[in-house]
């Protein structure tokens, strides 16, 4: 008596947890405030999304340090997305140096993808002088002038005036050597560079069409060694409230006077006061550690009047100009386009550095329609499937069949409950998992009826023929659960987010299907059993 009390506190605990869970799948707008709000969250194949695969480039790091380069990239990208608010994402370690990232649900996938690679490079760069920079602008006209075959891209921009040279064919002939100075000379006057990036005196400015060249540019050795040492080019940001107009092209000191090792936080601000670059827009406040601003404080203090570039990711954001000495170690970020992408700034800051650089190889972005697709084809397999089952149940153990299909559907609410209150995402490998422990849990029911009617041929009565049923098939069915429940976890240890998926809900199916088979099941025999002394038992 004993044993039955506990095991019908244990049914009925059991079924009120998991109509407790159910109910936010089902019910979810009509249930009261104090109801749990965990529910059932829809994988990237089922709600649409992107999954993007990045590989990590550590050829460069020594081999001690590489794999704890990937491990510290996986991270900070978690700290990333964590704080960017995208409801369960995976974010995974693949193969030696490949991270695999799922974004189920996401929106606004362009700024996911920003927001993933960026490196978070923090660095204050002193702005050169004028003179410095009417040099870089000679020498690059200069290089380009002399080796414009080398750049077919750039021959659109060649403002040399050729057919205007004056002289006769005769007289250059006969005098080689002053043609060679008059073509040298010409060549110098193309000026490539200063049509590529400038729109007048030293200011230097690009245009959105000519950007890439510019960018070609930079990637190329020889011309790279014709900046002046000690200098670099880098772009200005881009406007975000018009994306085509002119990005400006800064000429900074190439060693950077203080970097982001030294910042302790960064916080988005609203301007205040009457100042019209700050006031009523978002920037991003900068406070460094006691060494930073001690640093920070002799930058200043040593270049008044001179420009400091703010450089994020090898982007100028702002260069304002020094007025006095900085003390206290604050600075600020301004020139952000609006609250949105001062937060992402403020994200990769605070989520860290990457340790090396990441390329995307491999990117899927699913939309909404097919995850609908999919879950209605998920649903209507497991209909199908569940409707087999309760037929051919029904069909050949009659009105036993009809007590293993309340355990069926026990075993699928039980499924549903336990992934909502975990909060889990469930997939379309998933979804099949749900569907194969349809299967299993009638699998023990069969086990148990075969058993109970190989008893009842012997001559027993229904109640000991019930009991004996039960007790010669659970060893085997506890033996073929623990088997499959082992191949479960085995997957998903060594498995990816898809087969994670498909191998938690056939653990829960498996122990779920265990519990409506062995105990669910015998509980409703008994009663059934014991209330009528019955002679014959439909099975």
């Keep these: ?67 704890d380069a990937v491990k510290a990239a996986v991270e900070i990208i978690r700290n ?22 799922q974004l189920p649900g996401l929106q606004n996938i362009d700024r996911a993808k920003d927001l993933i690679g960026k490196t978070a490079l923090l660095e204050f760069k002193l702005v050169a002088e004028a003179d410095k920079q009417k040099l870089v602008l000679e020498k690059l006209d200069e290089y380009l002038g002399k080796n414009l075959d080398k750049y077919e891209y750039l021959k659109d921009y060649d403002i040399s005036t050729d057919n205007e040279i004056v002289g006769d064919i005769l007289e250059e002939d006969s005098d080689s050597t002053a043609t060679k100075e008059t073509k040298e000379e010409e060549v110098v006057e193309s000026k490539i560079f200063t049509k590529l990036t400038s729109t007048g005196g030293y200011q230097f400015l690009i245009a959105k069409e000519d950007i890439e060249n510019f960018k070609k540019l930079l990637e190329d050795p020889k011309f790279k060694r014709k900046i002046p040492r000690g200098l670099q080019l880098l772009l200005g940001k881009e406007d975000k409230k018009d994306p085509n107009a002119a990005r400006q092209i800064y000429v900074l000191q190439n060693k950077a006077e203080l970097t982001g090792k030294y910042l302790q936080d960064a916080r988005v601000k609203i301007g205040q006061g009457i100042d019209p670059k700050t006031s009523g827009k978002s920037y991003v406040a900068l406070t460094f550690n006691k060494e930073g601003a001690k640093k920070f404080s002799t930058v200043t203090g040593q270049n008044i009047k001179k420009r400091l570039a703010i450089v994020l990711d090898n982007v100028v954001y702002i260069a304002p100009q020094i ?90 609410a039980f499924i549903l409950a336990v992934l909502s209150m975990l909060e889990a995402t469930l997939t379309l490998p998933g979804i099949a998992g749900m569907i194969l422990t349809m299967g299993m849990a009638v699998d023990a029911n069969v086990l148990i009826f075969e058993r109970i009617r190989e008893e009842l041929q012997t001559g027993k009565t229904v ?26 976890v085995v997957l998903y240890q060594f498995g990816t987010g898809p087969i994670k998926g498909f191998a938690v809900t056939l653990s829960i199916g498996i122990i779920g299907s265990m519990f409506a088979a062995i105990i669910l099941v015998k509980a409703i025999f008994d009663g059934f059993i014991t209330n009528k002394n019955r002679e014959k038992l439909s099975i």
């Design 1 to 67: 008596m004993r044993n039955k009390t506990l095991r019908n506190i244990i049914i009925a605990v059991v079924l009120i947890v998991t109509a407790y869970y159910l109910a936010p799948i089902v019910m979810k707008d009509s249930l009261p405030s104090f109801w749990t709000q965990k529910s059932l969250k829809l994988g990237l194949d089922l709600q649409g999304g992107m999954q993007v695969v990045y590989e990590v480039d550590y050829s460069k790091l020594p081999d001690a340090e590489k794999d």
């Design 80 to 101: 990333r997305i964590d704080q960017f608010g995208v409801a369960e994402p995976l974010i995974q370690r693949a193969d030696k140096n490949r991270i695999i990232i």
């Design 323 to 412: 007025q006095d000495k900085i003390r206290g170690g604050e600075a600020q970020i301004t020139g952000i386009g609006g609250t949105e992408e001062a937060q992402d700034v403020v994200i990769v800051l605070k989520a860290g550095n990457l340790p090396a650089p990441m390329h995307k190889i491999e990117e899927r972005t699913v939309g909404p329609t097919l995850g609908h697709d999919s879950i209605q084809a998920g649903f209507l397999a497991g209909i199908i499937g569940m409707l087999i089952v309760v037929i051919f149940m029904i069909i050949y153990y009659g009105l036993s069949g009809l007590i293993a299909n309340i355990a069926v559907a026990v075993n699928t």
């Design 463 to 488: 109640r000991s023929a019930v009991d004996s049923g039960f007790n010669r098939a659970f060893v085997t069915i506890i033996d073929a659960n623990i088997t499959t429940l082992i191949t479960a």
